[in-house]
């Protein structure tokens, strides 16, 4: 019994940060049809600038709690710029070719940010513990887990909530359903798709930022987070269904818990779990749990 808590504690721990990055993919995807290699890039962005605010805050002996604060801004911060500048600079540009064309422009951004990450921060790995371990430990079940964690998972929820919320009761929402059902006729009503582009790349990039800053404190901060972090993002994506924000939310639950079942039990099998649950996902329902066949056009 004290196993099983344990792996669903674990389980919907790792669901938390995997989540809010994914909502991010899964949001650029669904309104835009773009699969955005680059947001594993975002969400490293957000984790080197969070560590490195949060060293130099308690270098500076500044109080703990301001820190909480200064993880979440620093993420929205740097997704926010990285992702107007290349969704105005770049990417508008782009529109209307092959989305295999777009996969490439994206997977050379996450190239080019990558080496960017590198010269500003170098190799060395960053260490943001202070906010993860101020808050003390609690005991659920006779096991012991960071308080961190568990505001991290009501982080998640909130942000599944406030997504639901924007897109099913408020104008912007409804007019962002109207660009995902039909780009064209959205154009011809009246609607700035260009404008509602911009402001949801820049929203997806914000997230996957965020996901990096909240992170960073639980984790090593060195090059390479962004490749696993993309790859874990794609899988949720895939199997909740691309574009689906409830797919993202189960996605990200399904692989939570998966891993963290095989790291209790079968940690040998740890990264082959998740893409064999993907493949037994995608065998049946090819467009994913929460996935919808796309209209084709004649």
């Known amino acids: 019994m004290?196993?099983?808590?344990?792996?669903?504690i674990d389980g919907t721990i790792y669901f938390s940060w995997l989540f809010i990055v994914s909502l991010g993919l899964t949001l650029i995807y669904g309104v835009m049809k773009i699969l955005n290699i680059a947001h594993g890039s975002f969400y490293a962005l957000g984790a080197y600038a969070a560590?490195?605010?949060?060293?130099?805050?308690?270098?500076?002996?500044?109080?703990?709690?301001?820190?909480?604060?200064?993880?979440?801004?620093?993420?929205?911060?740097?997704?926010?710029?990285?992702?107007f500048a290349v969704e105005r600079g770049l990417l508008r540009r782009m529109y209307g070719?092959?989305?295999?064309?777009?996969?490439?422009?994206?997977?050379?951004?996450?190239?080019?940010?990558?080496?960017?990450?590198?010269?500003?921060?170098?190799?060395n790995p960053y260490l943001a513990y202070q906010p993860y371990t101020a808050l003390g430990r609690i005991a659920i079940g006779g096991i012991g887990f960071a308080v961190y964690d568990l505001i991290l998972l009501a982080l998640a929820?909130?942000?599944?909530?406030?997504?639901?919320?924007?897109l099913n009761r408020t104008r912007y929402g409804r007019l962002l359903l109207v660009v995902i059902h039909d780009r064209e006729i959205s154009s011809a009503m009246g609607i700035n798709v260009a404008r509602m582009f911009t402001v949801t790349f820049t929203i997806g990039a914000m997230l996957g930022a965020l996901?990096?800053?909240?992170?960073?404190?639980?984790?090593?901060?060195?090059?390479?987070i962004g490749v696993d972090i993309i790859v874990l993002a794609f899988a949720v994506s895939v199997i909740g269904g691309l574009g689906s924000v409830a797919g993202a939310a189960i996605g990200a639950l399904i692989v939570g818990l998966t891993r963290a079942a095989a790291i209790h039990l079968v940690p040998e099998v740890e990264l082959f779990v998740i893409y064999a649950v993907m493949a037994i996902v995608l065998a049946f329902r090819p467009e994913g749990l929460f996935g919808r066949p796309a209209a084709r056009k004649i």
């Open 211 to 224: 996901g990096g800053a909240v992170a960073a404190p639980g984790i090593s901060v060195v090059p390479g």
């Open 157 to 166: 929820l909130a942000m599944g909530f406030a997504a639901w919320f924007t």
């Open 51 to 83: 560590a490195s605010a949060v060293g130099a805050w308690f270098a500076a002996g500044l109080p703990a709690a301001g820190s909480y604060l200064l993880l979440a801004v620093c993420g929205l911060a740097i997704g926010a710029a990285i992702g």
């Open 2 to 8: 004290q196993q099983l808590v344990a792996i669903l």
């Open 97 to 123: 070719r092959d989305e295999v064309v777009m996969i490439l422009v994206t997977y050379a951004v996450f190239l080019i940010l990558e080496d960017v990450i590198k010269l500003v921060w170098g190799v």
